[in-house]
């Protein structure tokens, strides 16, 4: 098995492309919004979460941001920002906590590493923080109960998955990652699916009618919505002001777009 555990990683790590760091910093250290670093801990496990307020009079709904194969990035701390921007909280995990060579996380284990290590992540152990992640946010004084789980190419084959084996949380919301296809594990799902993919992305797109069609086998709700010209990694790349990315007018658009999308979801929950 652990033979092809850096092909996989490698191969995500291709299509997904090189993240952003600066820019997206830049944004963060910018925000006029409360964003700190908070540990959660289970199972005698600590991670590294960060989470950001919205600055709203009411109590408001819980995001759980799920990062790319890259980790808990600047862009992934900066998409808590952004949504606690539209009045959500949002918490983002960082589930390479305790992996790193001096017991860090995504920044101690390096970049040259961090896609071998996501990819040799026990499944149970990425619930189990997950799970860790969505308590936490549900019983925060300022959160009305209600948890959304949202991720990010690896992150949005987790989130996905995860909803499988939560039946506690409102809704997923998945952009461009792995559908799922054990029919077992989908008739658990509780919640609502919406997914978020790109026309240029055949790898993951090409399996979206299997999915619609699983999923309405199962009697679930499945929303997918596959973007025109958009390629994998729309959302990172559609902000990147220095991205020489082909595709990044395009990309731009469907960030727009989904973006629109995912605060018309989360306002009707």
């Known amino acids: 098995m652990k033979r092809i555990l850096f092909p ?28 700190e670093w908070v540990k959660l801990k289970h199972d005698g496990r ?26 808990l990035t600047d862009w992934a701390r900066g998409a ?29 284990v390096g970049a040259s590493a961090v896609g071998k290590a996501i990819m040799a992540l026990p499944p149970e152990e990425i619930t189990a923080d997950l799970k860790a992640a969505v308590e936490y946010a549900s019983k925060l004084p300022s959160c009305n109960g209600k948890v959304v789980v949202m991720g990010f190419c690896w992150g949005g084959g987790q989130t996905f998955r995860f909803a499988t084996d939560n039946p506690d949380i409102k809704a997923a919301l998945t952009f461009y990652g792995q559908i799922p296809t054990d029919t077992n594990a989908l008739a658990r799902i509780n919640c609502p699916v919406y997914g978020f993919y790109a026309e240029n992305d055949a790898r993951i797109s090409a399996s979206v009618p299997r999915g619609v069609e699983q999923m309405k086998a199962a009697g679930k709700f499945y929303e997918p919505v596959i973007y025109s010209g958009a390629g994998h ?30 605060k018309e979801i989360l306002a009707k929950l």
């Not at 600590?46 to 980790?71: C, L, M, N, Q, R």
Request: proline share 5%.
């Open 8 to 35: 996989v990683a490698a191969l995500l790590l291709a299509v997904c492309g090189l993240p952003a760091q600066e820019w997206a910093r830049a944004r963060l250290e910018k925000s006029p919004r409360h964003g």
């Open 46 to 71: 600590e991670v590294d979460s960060f989470i950001t307020y919205p600055e709203v009079k009411d109590k408001a709904t819980a995001v759980v941001v799920i990062h790319e194969i890259f980790g």
């Open 80 to 108: 808590t920002d952004q949504l606690a921007e539209a009045g959500y909280i949002a918490i983002a995990p960082d589930l390479l906590s305790g992996k790193g060579p001096h017991g860090g996380g995504t920044e101690d």
């Open 233 to 262: 990694g729309f959302m990172r790349d559609g902000e990147d002001p220095t991205s020489a990315n082909a595709n990044h007018a395009a990309n731009a658009k469907a960030r727009e777009d989904a973006w629109k999308r995912v």
